[in-house]
């Protein structure tokens, strides 16, 4: 049997690999193991290329933190890159540790490594424990993880499953300023639509860009959607990269492309908007 493939953030071991593997949890095949193959990636534009170069099947990516918002480079990334569309969601609690190497004290320690995110989700913790420790970002919290199993002078924040990945000690848990962090994932593809078991929520994903920015568009825009009855998830603004002051809308709505009342709006939409781009319709999986 082929294997399915997925790409994701890597290396092994950050929360877009464990997210990958509950999408794959959630396809139906007995073994992940056995049926998938994880691509790791370096970078999310590389998982949106893997994808759109049909060299993986799909590409998990990071859209939304509780915290710090929306990944912004993503966004950008399903506003202005290819034809893939989101054909999945998944949300899943995050859980910061402090990493150390297995021989290394907290008084070694004269840099701290994470991704950007990472960085930003344990501000209190960093100022109080580790003031005037250098912050280093890095591609992923594995990487972090990774870099800081052989330099005693380096920390990572990352998760317990990337210490155990590479061989760190675990120095403290729960490290982040808040103790309910969360962020959604996305799974994307080209061309496959996975078949999920879910009778729950589905969401659908637009980018919506102006004929120019004239006042109450964004009045104009969620009209159309009350008078359809369709409820917004989140909307948010985003430049277009046109020129300073040019904007568009990233807009999620509960329901399908396919439903009546949806369909309404979207038609309704592209009369008076430049582009409506469907980003996907798709299931929100626990």
């Known amino acids: 049997m082929e294997k399915t493939t997925i790409a994701y953030l890597g290396p092994a071991g950050t929360n877009c690999d464990e997210a990958a593997r509950v999408f794959a949890c959630h396809m139906g095949k007995e073994s992940t193991t056995d049926n998938f193959d994880f691509i790791a990636c370096p970078s999310f534009a590389e998982v949106f290329d893997a994808v759109e170069r049909e060299q993986t099947d799909y590409g998990v990516v990071a859209v939304e933190n509780s915290l710090e918002g929306s990944v912004t480079s993503t966004l950008d990334l399903f506003a202005f890159g290819g034809t893939s569309r989101i054909v999945g969601q998944t949300v899943l609690d995050i859980h910061h540790c402090l990493l150390i190497a297995p021989t290394a004290d907290l008084a070694d320690v004269q840099r701290v490594a994470s991704h950007p995110q990472g960085l930003a989700q344990c501000r209190r913790f960093l100022s109080e424990q580790l003031r005037g420790c250098e912050t280093i970002t890095v591609s992923s919290t594995a990487e972090a993880a990774r870099l800081a199993a052989t330099d005693p002078h380096m920390a990572a924040i990352a ?19 808040r103790v ?107």
Request: net charge positive; aromatic share 10%.
């Open 159 to 177: 998760d317990e499953y990337a210490a155990k990945l590479y061989g760190t000690q675990v120095y403290a848990r729960e490290i982040g300023d």
């Open 180 to 286: 309910r962090n969360a962020t959604s994932f996305a799974l994307i593809s080209r061309s496959k639509q996975p078949t999920f078991s879910h009778d729950g929520v589905w969401k659908t994903s637009l980018a919506l860009f102006l004929q120019d920015n004239k006042k109450g568009s964004l009045n104009m825009i969620l009209s159309e959607f009350a008078y359809a009855g369709i409820d917004l998830s989140m909307i948010q603004s985003r430049p277009t990269k046109q020129g300073l002051g040019d904007y568009m809308f990233f807009v999620d709505i509960l329901g399908r492309e396919s439903d009546p009342r949806v369909q309404t709006a979207l038609n309704c939409l592209r009369l008076k908007l430049r582009e409506v781009k469907v980003l996907g319709t798709y299931p929100l999986l626990s």
